[in-house]
Nanobody, 118 residues
Framework: QLVESGGGLVEPGGSLRLSCAAS????????MGWYRQAPGKQREQGEL???????????NYADSVQGRFAISREDAQNTIYLQMNSLRPEDTAVYYC??????????WGQGIQVNVSS
């Protein structure tokens, strides 16, 4: 089970930090990361924002967020984070946490709304 928190309304140029708490150790997962679904689109049409290889810590970012967003993990809290800085109106979306485990289907969080507007 994945539970997101930390979304909300922020002005352009502002920051938010999203959290994704996993039930159990995150080390049972290979990848974890964040997708986002823009208004009017299906989740399948969403954008992979960032992911992290849990064991190595290697990260990957979409070009649209490179240099503004940072994904990290807190092992003791079984949590990953998405620090979002210099937010833009086009970052407005529902953000979903996901976790990939070898031999299992991708797990998804319930989604959390981020609105960037003045």
């Amino acid at each position: 089970q994945l539970v997101e928190s930390g979304g909300g309304l922020v002005e352009p140029g502002g920051s938010l930090r999203l959290s994704c708490a996993a039930s159990g150790s995150i080390f049972k997962h290979y990848f974890m990361g964040w997708y986002r679904q823009a208004p009017g689109k299906q989740r399948e049409q969403g954008e992979l924002v960032a992911n992290i290889v849990i064991r190595s810590g290697r990260t990957n970012y979409a070009d649209s967020v490179q240099g503004r967003f940072a994904i990290s993990r807190e092992d003791a809290q079984n949590t990953i984070y998405l620090q979002m800085n210099s937010l833009r109106p086009e970052d407005t979306a529902v953000y979903y946490c996901f976790a990939d485990t070898l031999g299992a289907q991708r797990a998804w969080g319930q989604g959390i709304q981020v609105n960037v507007s003045s």
